[in-house]
């Protein structure tokens, strides 16, 4: 019993996703964030010793180095290896330029006594003079792409140097992210932005899919209590949906919260020094919400941002210039552009002009394959009973449902019939054991893969078992194809 006993580390660890660099992440972190010295240390190591395995920090959180305590005593303790657990700080606003990255890395690793990040983030796309103590007009730089790239490009330089694993941004919209891709060398493996109920940023969450970019989230709460918070404001934890959804699980509104953008595919990053609180969105990983909850959960969505960004910009510049609201709006995603493309069929429907084929592509790399591929902006997938892979691809679609990068009547799912099943008997079987493996209610298209017949059951081809072309038994096949439609 006791070695059957799953851990709630191992539970979370359950929950990770793969960047670009190969490496996973998990997919719950422990948020740093207004948690003050002589409080954070305690908070790391009730979390550690719940089984998070990922702390998120920053050199502007003014924490660093009693973390960084911590993390030694539950190394030295066997609480934790240092390569069991992720972590990650942030480039703060006044160190942005290109000779200014590394020593503020350096800074952040001696106070966090660590050799290496595993990740670390632009803070913010807006700088700040260097030194900036107390905000002013002259202080507040703002954003410009051209020094943003020779930021990037000294973020680069630390991944040479083995200082962090990888790089990313945080609050970087898609217009900000085009610009900074222009000149990149290294795609941000991570980009850290608000994301809440009632602000679930779905179209900036499908361009960093398409570029292979983790969508990684702070306030999943709504951070209620952040600074300059108005009574008026709505608050998600306060949702009748949110609450029913709660106890239909028996869990809290914050873990429903939570849930939803694990169910999504994200990086959650809740904060809290609240020892039962910290334990409490830990079990969040084992929440599971279904298709119901999902889309109310996802209904929620009022485009509410409650972090504005101003604080750090000049009087003059709006929220809508901040955030670019009107250049992303117009941003034509991937999906979009290949939606462009499309051939219309005799049935009236039309079927996505390039699709992924997905023959010689083995079990274990599908699966991979087909995800990236629908992040990409792909809505055609092309299978195959013969090619061996239909249950992996299965369940990668209902992943990528489930985690809303498409839903099911947005993606166009070819299959095809073996030659080993053109007996008119054998026609529905076969398309029932796709529609099985694909884990779907139906398929877009069923193509007869080949007119040339083989005998029920070959496996190994023999003279006897190749029946080949014969026009009458093709006819009757069809016939049981045209059963599918009916």
Sequence with gaps: ADASFVLPSQKAAAWSVKMNTGVTIPAIGLGTWQSNPGEVGAAVEVALKAGYRHIDCAHIYGNEAEIGETLQKCFREGVVKRDEVFITSKLWNTD?????????????LKNLQLEYLDLYLVHSPSSLAKGTLQLTEESKLGYDPARMAETWKAMEGLVEKGLVKAIGISNFTITKTENLLKTAKIVPAVNQVECHPYFQQSKLKAY???????????????????FRKQDSDPDPLEDPVIKEISIKHNATAGQICIAYQLHRGLVVIPKSVNPDRIRENLKATEVKLDAEDLQRVKALDKNLRFFSGTFFVKTSATTEEIWDVAADASFVLPSQKAAAWSVKMNTGVTIPAIGLGTWQSNPGEVGAAVEVALKAGYRHIDCAHIYGNEAEIGETLQKCFREGVVKRDEVFITSKLWNTDHGSEDV??????????LQLEYLDLYLVHSPSSLAKGTLQLTEESKLGYDPARMAETWKAMEGLVE
């Design 428 to 437: 529905e079987p076969a398309c029932k054991l796709t529609l099985k493996n």
């Design 96 to 108: 942005h330029g290109s000779e200014d990255v590394e020593p503020a890395c350096k800074l952040t």
């Design 208 to 226: 960093c899919d398409s570029k292979g970019i983790i969508f990684e989230v702070y306030a999943p709460l709504g951070s209620p209590s952040r």
